[in-house]
């Protein structure tokens, strides 16, 4: 199976920037696409961003502009700067890993990001 790592979390004021990282181990092989996904408290997981193993990019239209991803498929890690932060950006970040074998959908432990105003 593969496992995710997550780290970078932390506490920024507005306006500041973090960077999260996501390593993965195991059966990297499998690994397809892989992402970053946000869950604030009382709200549903959204996409925050996603990037394919060639490297399209995919973004959810609160973070565009702001955030971008990126993927060094030699270290199996997905990085998220996330740059402008606003007070909405709080939540736990999960990265995701999409697998061509089973289990299809690995997701990490998540790490919270707080941005104060």
């Known amino acids: 199976q593969v496992q995710l790592v997550e780290s970078g979390g932390g506490l920024v004021q507005a306006g500041g920037s973090l960077r999260l990282s996501c390593a993965a181990s195991g059966r990297t092989f499998s690994i397809n696409a892989m992402g970053w996904y946000r869950q604030a408290p009382g709200k549903q997981r959204e996409l925050v961003a996603r990037?394919?193993?060639?490297?399209?990019?995919d973004y959810g239209d609160s973070v565009k502009g702001r955030f971008t991803i990126s993927r060094d498929n030699a270290k199996n890690t997905v990085y998220l700067q996330m740059d402008n932060l606003e007070p909405e950006d709080t939540a736990v970040y999960y990265c995701?890993?999409?697998?061509?074998?089973?289990?299809?959908?690995?997701w990490g432990q998540g790490t919270q990001v707080t941005v104060s105003s």
């Open positions: 995701k890993a999409d697998s061509l074998i089973s289990p299809y959908d690995i």
């Open positions: 990037i394919s193993r060639v490297g399209t990019t």
